[in-house]
């Protein structure tokens, strides 16, 4: 899937519900901007067939076991098994302690990387120190390091520090910040005007402090949309997670709805209908994250100028 | 020259407040990347002493291992289509959203609800709509066509890890309709008054216009694609399919199994580097050849 192409510039205003109006206003409609009947088809056929695994997805939910055990599915639901949505945190189906341990991983995560993030971004914006330009150099290459170089390393250290089947090799690598928020953070910095915290150091408030009590109010925007993209990868991570946890009672959702796929007695279908439920249920939380950030990101605009590519 | 106490206190703050990335910096990249270099020439199971192999990993993996090729082969096909289709289906989709259409809204939201939807859910759901009796099928069954076994024949499987690609399409969409919008509308004025059509305005101008972003997401989404993992280990469940994983392997999972279900260390080490270069390889050529087709406002005088 497509990847955003984040460029940081703090505005003014909300954009959002902008790009709901004509180009060009109230002016004629140009030739090329003209929506034809074809237009219309095409939109209809394409958010038709779009959409068909997620009402599949939900029929499949609403479905009863005995639909499961005979793979009778139909792609709108014809039967309405809420009980489903109830059944999967009772039991022996772990679903409930799934939700608190992606949870407890993905929180952590956020607020590692806000607060580290925000402290290094900072600092390589503002502050003046010999090396510096080198160290920024180092951050941008460290982009291009594919993970996979350094996950057998990373596994080999967490196992001999006895983390391995504990959330924190999940978590307390986001407290050393990453890269790609450090110099999204840096670029949010340097566009703020800086008479502010000169004026603070005048007034002989330390640098601490001026970060504290200066920067940090005015970070937010910046900071929310790092905590949302922290959320949204670790809240979906699969691969950290089947990596360092065994104990289906530490497995966070995302690997969770998948474990429970594997453990079906042989020669019987999965419970496809509570997997289903497990999807969704991994889902939502992402669908609010993203109407509530909605407007965080656009305020950053990153939806993909393309500053961030020259 | 000596620096100023306010100078030098500065720069101790400077380095105080980036001390988490520097440590972080050591510690699980720079550490772990020295060290992967040295496992990768290693015959290690993580649980007896490593033996030191030389390059002999590496010239396995590239002389006497089929299924590394296969999988790099795979992995190459599978980046080399979904990532241009990807970003065609979303210009395509882009470009008529950008139009004066009723409940724009309603079409934008309802092409981008699938990528907010995480890639373990999406894997799941599509291993049973792309189900032997799964609704493509059925669908396809419809028209006269037979559908494939899409997840247990190894020639199929690449194109259901596309289709899944193709059903995020959405990101592209909203990422190339924003930088759409941002397009002056004097130069589509000027176009009509010289009595150019929608079609050739498309190619004329949006599409000169957008190569920047078009690029930038060819390229992180080519690095994306390549790093493939959770699609193919949820859509292709190693039990399932004994007899036919290999064929369909690509490169993180087949890393993956190395490392994480034979303890093969330095040989999954190796692939880890390998897959760093191709990486690389196609990042630079990428790059080189940006001169050519990518359009800069700044180039025009």
């Not at chain 1, 959320?231 to 946890?245: K, Q, R, S, V």
């Not at chain 2, 550490?31 to 993580?46: E, L, N």
């Not at chain 2, 076994?149 to 990422?175: C, E, F, H, N, R």
């Not at chain 2, 330095?266 to 760093?276: D, N, R, T, V």
């Amino acid at each position: 899937m497509a990847t955003l192409a984040p460029t940081v510039a703090p505005q003014r205003g909300g954009q959002a519900g902008k790009d709901e109006e004509p180009p060009g206003g109230t002016a004629r409609v140009l030739g090329v901007f003209k929506a034809t009947p074809f237009t219309y088809a095409t939109l209809i056929i394409v958010s038709a067939v779009l959409s068909v695994p997620l009402v599949f997805a939900v029929s499949i939910a609403l479905s009863t076991d005995h639909t499961v055990s005979t793979n009778a599915f139909t792609i709108l639901p014809h039967e309405f098994e809420w009980r489903n949505f109830t059944k999967v945190f009772g039991g022996d189906l772990p679903m409930g302690r799934f939700l608190v341990n992606s949870l407890i991983i993905a929180l952590g995560s956020v607020i590692g990387q806000m607060v580290s993030s925000g402290l290094v971004g900072y600092a390589f914006a503002r502050l003046r120190a010999p090396g510096k330009n080198v160290m920024f150099l180092v951050v941008i290459a460290t982009m291009m390091i594919p993970t996979q170089i350094t996950m057998i390393p990373q596994f080999i250290l967490f196992k001999d520090l006895g983390w391995v089947n504990t959330y924190l090799p999940l978590i307390v690598p986001n407290f050393f910040s990453n890269a790609f928020n450090v110099f999204l953070v840096r670029q949010f910095v340097s566009r703020l005007p800086s008479e502010l915290d000169e004026a603070a150091m005048v007034d002989g408030l330390g640098f601490f402090g001026i970060y504290r009590r200066i920067m940090l109010p005015m970070l937010w925007p910046v900071l929310i949309a790092i905590g949302i993209f922290t959320l949204t990868y670790n809240w979906g991570d699969f691969m950290g997670p089947l990596i360092y946890l065994n104990d289906e009672s530490k497995m966070p959702l995302a690997l969770g709805v998948q474990y429970i796929t594997t453990t079906a007695v042989a020669g019987q279908p999965p419970p496809w209908n509570l997997v289903m439920v497990g999807s969704i249920l991994l889902t939502l939380p992402m669908i609010a994250v993203y109407y509530l950030g909605q407007r965080y990101l656009y305020e950053m605009d990153i939806s993909g100028g393309s500053a961030g590519v020259k | 020259m000596a620096m100023s106490r306010l100078r030098r206190r500065e720069a101790l703050w400077f380095y105080v407040f980036v001390s988490p990335w520097v440590i972080g910096f050591l510690a699980f990249l720079l550490g772990p990347m020295v060290s992967s270099i040295y496992f990768s020439m290693t015959d290690w199971d993580s649980f007896t002493p490593p033996k030191w192999v030389g390059l002999d990993n590496y010239t396995k993996l590239l002389t006497e291992d089929p299924v590394f090729w296969k999988a790099l082969g795979n992995t190459l096909f599978y980046s080399a289509v979904s990532v241009p289709l990807g970003l065609l289906v979303g210009l395509w989709l882009a470009n008529l959203l950008n139009k004066q259409v009723r409940a724009r809204k309603l079409f934008r939201t309802l092409i981008y609800l699938p990528t907010l939807v995480p890639l373990v859910a999406a894997s799941l759901a599509f291993r049973v709509v792309l189900a032997p009796s799964g609704p493509l099928n059925d669908v396809l069954g419809w028209v006269g066509i037979k559908g494939p076994q899409w997840l247990l024949d190894p020639s199929w499987v690449k194109y259901a890890l596309i289709l899944l690609s193709l059903w995020g399409a959405g990101s592209a969409t909203v990422l190339l309709l924003a930088a759409m919008k941002g397009i002056p509308r004097e130069l589509y004025e000027a176009a009509e008054i010289d009595g150019a059509g929608p079609v050739r305005q498309f190619w004329s101008i949006t599409v000169p216009q957008l190569t920047p972003v078009i690029f930038f997401n060819l390229v992180m989404g080519l690095i994306g694609a390549f790093q493939v993992f959770s699609q193919v280990y949820i859509l292709m469940p190693k039990a399932s399919q004994p007899g036919t994983y290999n064929a369909s392997q690509t490169m993180v999972p087949y890393l993956f199994d190395q490392a994480f279900s034979y303890y093969h260390m330095g040989y999954a080490s190796a692939i880890s580097w390998l897959l760093f270069a191709v990486i690389l390889v196609f990042t630079l050529l990428a790059f080189r050849t940006t001169r050519r087709w990518v359009f800069y406002e700044t180039e025009v005088k």
